[in-house]
Every structure is written in C-alpha cells, then in structure tokens.
C-alpha cells in the first residue's frame, strides 16, 4: 500500500510530519485530532495516521488476505 508524508505545524510551531494513507475512503486532518487517532511520537515529532480501511493490518501481518 502506498502512504505519503505531510509537513504540518504543530500547535507550539514544531514542524509535524504526518504518515497518511494515499487514496483512504476518508479524507485525514492534520492534527492529533483526527478521526483515526493517529500514534503520536513527540521526539521525533512524527504523526502515522491508521487507514479506514485496515491496510496497515495487512502489511504488520496482523490480518492475512483472505
């Protein structure tokens, strides 16, 4: 699966990079608000948004193709 990396701003003006999905079925904000609840890593000020359709399931082997 494809994902893609944003530059964003944080709230104290750190600059965010946030792991998203290309293509989901619904559209992610760039906060760590959004929907999907993104896993937050504040020493690298890095945001991995979860996908709506499960993919990162299938590539951590956590569910296989059936």
Same mark, same amino acid.
Request: charged share 30%; proline share 3%.
């Given at each position: 699966?494809?994902?893609?990396?944003?530059?964003?701003?944080?709230?104290?003006?750190?600059?965010? +990079?946030? /792991?998203?999905?290309?293509? &989901?079925? =619904?559209?992610?904000?760039? !906060?760590? @608000?959004?929907?999907?609840?993104?896993?937050?890593?504040?020493?690298?000020? +890095?945001? /991995?948004?979860?996908?709506? &359709?499960? =993919?990162?399931?299938?590539? !951590?082997? @956590?569910?296989?193709?059936?």
């Amino acid at each position: 699966m494809t994902w893609r990396n944003v530059f964003g701003e944080s709230m104290t003006g750190d600059i965010v +990079v946030h /792991v998203i999905p290309m293509d &989901d079925i =619904r559209r992610h904000e760039l !906060t760590a @608000e959004c929907w999907c609840e993104p896993e937050l890593d504040y020493e690298h000020m +890095v945001a /991995v948004h979860n996908s709506a &359709d499960g =993919r990162e399931k299938f590539e !951590t082997g @956590e569910r296989k193709v059936s």
